[in-house]
């Protein structure tokens, strides 16, 4: 090389940083504690799990990770905004704050703040962002959700269980599942800045986003609707004016443990399917229902037909079929299922049993039964 080239090479532009380097060494540094933060995430995950069962609170999911040795790795190589030769961060162990991350995921907008609750309760919150607010102020497109990042509390983090992971922190992300579903696109897509998006395009996105918006608030609204209509049920229930009750099977199950006793044997899918089978012969309240049961003995029933005692739906199933009679096998779900023509006549031969043990089979009709009521 001559002198020449020596001071004209001499003359450029400084080398630019080695990122290959940076994100070695923090790889190496991160590797030594990634269990630990692993472990730190899957303890909150239990923590939050424990105090959502403990409050009542019916959520869709608890996600819990450590982070990758590739997505760390990843972050060590991002750049600054303003400076290419520039690490974002200079101390990725330090600055990277989901090294340990858990996602809650609601399906009701409403519970989105009473895990709030429950995170100020559990935790030490150092932080706390609603990321909705923080895209429209910058204009861009982008998920609803609220960030924490938060440490165990000082009286968990002093017993030896917790000891590990004392001054810790973990980032916590709290959304509902409409709002993930669009997180998960975005991130796919990575349609980020309104900006930069075309006229047309960027009207669509921002209509779909309210859109998203009005389906929360709508699932809210209708949950907020089905919890009065079934307190109504229960008061209407126990105030005796069963006319008013529309079957369903949270009515049914009020009322069934109100006449027969609770039983907590029975599944919400077998009150299901009581309910399409009442709603298939042609029941509409329990109003209905009742008088159908009326002067029947369904314990009786039920040791005439199978020898013991049977369970709460197997009883007020029997009885159902004692007082309808033919009816009920004629208007059953399975009455025209010609595979099911032995379960008929295994039933028209519990109604002959049923008569030969002196119990009065009835040939109610709910339709009938309703007019001559008014």
């Keep these: 090389m001559s002198d020449g080239e020596a001071v004209e090479t001499g003359g450029g532009e400084p080398p630019g940083f080695d990122y290959d380097e940076h994100e070695r060494l923090a790889r190496q ?5 990634q269990a630990v933060y692993e472990a730190l995430a899957g303890t909150i995950r239990d923590i939050l799990q424990t105090a959502f069962r403990e409050k009542g609170l019916f959520i869709h999911s608890i996600e819990a990770r450590g982070k990758s040795l590739e997505s760390f790795g990843a972050k ?25 991350a858990v996602r ?34 910058e204009e861009k497109l982008g998920y609803q959700s609220v960030h924490y990042l938060i440490r165990l509390k000082a009286n968990r983090s002093s ?36 900006a930069a998006l075309p006229a047309t395009i960027r009207r669509r996105f921002l209509s779909l986003a309210g859109l ?35 079957i369903t099977g949270d009515s049914l199950k009020l009322y069934l443990d109100q006449r027969l006793g609770p039983d907590g044997r029975m599944s919400n899918w077998s009150y299901g399917w009581t ?12 109003g209905d229902v009742d008088r159908c049961l009326d002067g029947y003995n369904d314990d009786r029933i039920t040791r005439i037909l199978w020898g013991t005692r049977q369970g709460q739906l197997q009883r007020f199933e029997d009885t159902i079929f004692a007082s309808m009679g033919q009816n009920y096998l004629d208007r059953h779900i399975w009455a025209d ?18 008569r030969e043990r002196g119990v009065e089979v009835g040939n109610f009709v709910p339709e009938e039964d309703r007019r001559a009521s008014t």
């Design 29 to 33: 540094a991160y590797r030594a504690v």
């Design 76 to 100: 060590c190589r991002e750049s600054s905004e303003d400076d290419q030769n520039r690490p974002k961060y200079p101390d990725p162990l330090k600055q990277v704050t989901d090294l340990a």
């Design 104 to 137: 809650v995921i609601t399906f009701f907008l409403d519970v989105v703040g009473l895990v709030d609750e429950v995170v100020s309760e559990q935790f030490d919150v150092l932080e706390r962002s609603n990321k909705g607010k923080l895209l429209e102020d």
């Design 159 to 194: 017993l030896p269980e917790y000891a590990g992971f004392r001054r810790l922190t973990a980032e916590l992300q709290v959304r509902t599942i409409l709002q993930h579903a669009w997180a998960e696109i975005e991130h796919d897509v990575q349609y980020k800045s309104v």
């Design 212 to 246: 998203l918006e009005i389906a929360d608030r709508e699932f809210q609204e209708i949950d907020r609707e089905h919890q009065a209509l079934r307190e109504e049920a229960r008061v209407s229930v126990e105030a005796g004016r069963l006319d008013d009750v529309e």
């Design 275 to 286: 309910v399409r089978l009442l709603l298939r012969m042609g029941f509409e309240t329990i």
């Design 337 to 354: 299922n010609e595979e099911m023509a032995g379960w008929r006549r295994h039933r028209e031969g519990a109604l002959q049993r049923l």
